[in-house]
């Protein structure tokens, strides 16, 4: 089992950056696939991005692509997600997820653990 906690969330103008961290403990942080999710008010849950056990393979919303990054750490077990450009679209609790199989994929229910989530708000 591995737990999620999500930091990095807060108020930032249209335009800004902001950079999201996702502490793991518990079992071995490289052996899961971890997502990032957002949810906005009044929507449902959707994907933003994912990144493979190894770092190698990322995949992305087609609403973040070339805007945002995700990356992982594995001496702090935490995954990234660097987010710049933002608009107020953007404006949404983000989950971080974690997955015990190795492919990316872009479904909620694939994931097998989750973080509380953190919240961003981009002023326009």
């Known amino acids: 089992q591995v737990q999620l906690v999500e930091s990095g969330g807060g108020l930032v103008q249209a335009g800004g950056s902001l950079r999201l961290s996702c502490a793991a403990s518990g079992r071995t942080f490289g052996t899961y696939t971890m997502g990032w999710f957002r949810q906005a008010p009044g929507k449902e849950r959707e994907f933003v991005a994912a990144i493979n056990r190894n770092g190698g393979i990322t995949s992305y919303a087609d609403s973040v692509k070339g805007r945002f990054t995700i990356s992982r750490d594995y001496v702090n077990d935490t995954v990234y997600l660097e987010m710049s450009s933002l608009k107020a679209e953007d404006t949404a609790v983000y989950y971080c997820?974690?997955?015990?199989?190795?492919?990316?994929?872009?479904?909620?229910?694939?994931?097998?653990?989750w973080g509380q989530g953190t919240q961003v708000t981009v002023s326009s």
């Open positions: 997820a974690a997955r015990t199989l190795s492919s990316v994929v872009t479904t909620m229910r694939e994931y097998n653990y």
